[in-house]
């Protein structure tokens, strides 16, 4: 199971701070890296520093470039973050598709970049509404992950976050039979690619809170959960953690 928090462009160092000492503490009896924090980019020392040598919580970027360095003003290089103690680093979000315009491609080269920094790589996919009303949802996601995952790469390194779209930050959460569905269409699509994907963890993300997150978690084909809003706050981050123990 991997509880990930994606802080997106939130919080001040204090914040920071309680949110990873309230991590570690309810983290205390899960898996080596079995919790993963995204802060923004400006937060990964703080955060970093304030594990204190926890080994339960892991830190990531929450984006990285194609290139290892350069002439890229505004980026951050994949060898930069893990230089900086990231073991992470979340590709694809759909906020990034969407404000940076990311193609899958561009998510594609920023994978193998990472990947070849020594980072793991978590990947997010997703439909929007329409294309889930208009039922191209598995399509789409398919492609999305066939164009996305750079050639050729290991699976020991890599996760997948399904998250729909008109979840993310909406407070509706997909139904659960839609979760198991599209869990199960990722996992035949990855193994597709390569059979040794069968054992990529796939998360999902999208209004999971303290109140859903143990439903979603024991869902079948659901290996974690990618939580926004409510990883910003420290006792209901608290709670989804203790709903994967
Ligand atoms: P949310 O965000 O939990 O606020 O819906 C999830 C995400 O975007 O990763």
Redesign the pocket.
């Known amino acids: 199971m991997i509880i990930a928090g ?1 802080w997106k462009m939130n919080l001040t160092r204090p914040e920071a701070v309680r949110l990873v000492k309230a991590a570690t503490m309810a983290g205390a009896r899960m898996e080596q890296g079995g919790i993963v924090l995204f802060p923004p980019a400006i937060l990964i020392d703080t955060a970093i520093s304030a594990l204190a040598g926890d080994n339960a919580v892991a830190i990531g970027g929450q984006d990285c470039h194609a290139r290892t360095m350069g002439a890229h003003t505004g980026d951050i290089a994949a060898p930069m973050l893990a230089e900086a103690g990231c073991t992470w680093v979340l590709l694809g ?1 759909s906020e990034r598709r969407a404000e940076h315009h990311e193609t899958s491609a561009v998510i594609a080269a920023k994978a193998e970049a990472a990947l070849s920094a020594g980072l793991k790589v978590m990947i997010c996919v997703g439909e929007s509404l329409e294309q889930r009303e208009s039922g191209a949802a598995e399509a789409v996601i398919a492609a999305q992950l066939r164009d996305s995952l750079p050639a050729g790469i290991a699976a020991a390194p890599l996760a997948i976050a399904y ?1 729909p779209i008109w ?3 909406t407070g509706k959460v997909a139904e659960r039979a839609d979760i198991a569905a599209m869990h199960d269409h990722i996992a035949a699509v990855l193994v597709g690619i390569n059979a040794d994907y069968a054992s990529v963890p796939i998360l999902y ?4 809170n303290a109140a859903n997150a143990r439903e979603i978690l024991a869902l079948d084909g659901v290996g974690g959960v ?5 990883s910003l706050q420290p006792d209901a981050f608290g709670s989804i953690i203790e709903a994967a123990l």
């Open positions: 994606n979000h998250e979840a993310i930050g993300g999208g209004s999971v990618l939580v926004g809003s409510a």
